[in-house]
């Protein structure tokens, strides 16, 4: 059902069992899952969601080379 959106910028789980978050964060069509506490960014993480909540990512590594373009150049 959580899957079942035309979103996916974060989800949150709430358990006490390790597995069952660990497989259900894996299942969650999300671009952020926090178990146990609210969904957050860190500036040294990539942050962004899936579906109708974006595309890219933006902080952390992953995130410099959204704003990048590389360019190639060679001289003989």
């Given amino acids: 059902m959580a899957n079942d959106t035309d ?4 989800a ?3 358990t006490s069992d390790a597995e069952v978050a660990e497989q259900a964060a894996a ?6 899952v926090a178990v146990n506490g609210i969904v957050k ?15 890219g990512r933006e ?3 992953h995130g410099i080379k959204e704003f990048v373009n590389a360019k190639q150049i060679w001289i003989k």
């Fill in 7 to 10: 979103y996916g910028l974060g």
């Fill in 12 to 14: 949150s789980i709430w």
């Fill in 27 to 32: 299942r969650l069509n999300a671009g952020q």
């Fill in 41 to 55: 960014t860190d500036p040294r993480l990539p942050s962004g969601g899936i579906k109708g909540s974006g595309f």
């Fill in 59 to 61: 902080l952390g590594p």
